[in-house]
């Protein structure tokens, strides 16, 4: 069992940056492979970033690349989401998720195949 936490969602400009956190809790985090979703009001939940559980293997979703960064500290037991260039389409309530699956050679980009999820942060981005 793994507790997640969101937090660094806020307000923000377009062409602004933000940080988002994902605290874990319970057992070794580096066991789980982490991944970030979003959703917009109206729409379905959609794949953001994963990384795998060393961190070396990183996804991003189409409309993030190239502006999101994911990252990990198996250390600090956290994940993060550095987000830059924001856009108004880029408001959502943003999800951390964590994974048992035992996929060892890509990141785990599909819902279903993450096992626990916070609460959410909101990110809004106003034009």
């Known amino acids: 069992q793994v507790q997640l936490a969101e937090s660094g969602g806020r307000l923000v400009q377009a062409g602004g940056s933000l940080r988002l956190s994902c605290a874990a809790s319970?057992?070794?985090?580096?066991?789980?492979?982490m991944g970030w979703f979003r959703q917009a009001p109206g729409k379905e939940r959609e794949f953001v970033a994963g990384v795998s559980r060393s961190g070396g293997i990183i996804h991003y979703g189409d409309s993030v690349k190239g502006r999101f960064t994911i990252s990990r500290d198996n250390v600090k037991n956290a994940v993060y989401l550095q987000m830059n260039s924001l856009k108004p389409e880029d408001t959502a309530v943003y999800y951390c998720?964590?994974?048992?699956?035992?996929?060892?050679?890509?990141?785990?980009?599909?819902?279903?195949?993450?096992?626990?999820w916070g609460q959410g942060t909101q990110v809004t981005v106003s034009s």
């Open positions: 998720a964590a994974s048992t699956r035992l996929i060892f050679t890509r990141a785990i980009t599909a819902e279903d195949e993450y096992n626990y």
């Open positions: 319970g057992r070794t985090f580096s066991s789980y492979a």
